[in-house]
């Protein structure tokens, strides 16, 4: 059973930076495809950032602000985000792709709140 917990949220200004943490137990997330959602009330839920062991991936409404990365030693991904907008307030959360197939992600944290004020 993988367990990711998420940390790192909280409220921020509009221009400033967070880096959220995903913290995996239960299993070595190493070359694991990993990505964090995110989901605003009334919104649906989209896929940030995705990472596997060759590639990175992006929402076009975070290019060149948000960077996904993955620390090994640690079993941790993160999300650096840059230049946070009041846009990108949402409840994010990552997620793990371990026995399904693509695009699916099957396992997922509990979240943590960003909020960007203007």
């Known amino acids: 059973q993988v367990q990711l917990v998420e940390s790192g949220g909280g409220l921020v200004q509009a221009g400033g930076s967070l880096r959220l943490a995903c913290a995996a137990s239960g299993r070595t997330i190493s070359s694991t495809a990993m990505a964090w959602f995110r989901q605003a009330p009334g919104k649906q839920r989209e896929l940030v950032a995705g990472i596997t062991s060759t590639t990175t991936n992006y929402a076009d409404s975070v290019k060149g602000r948000f960077t996904i990365s993955r620390d090994t030693p640690k079993n941790t991904v993160y999300l650096q985000m840059n230049s946070l907008k009041p846009e990108d307030t949402a409840l994010y959360y990552c997620?793990?792709?371990?026995?399904?197939?693509?695009?699916?992600?099957?396992?997922r944290g509990q979240g943590t709140q960003v909020t960007v004020s203007s």
């Open positions: 997620a793990a792709r371990i026995w399904a197939p693509y695009p699916v992600y099957d396992y």
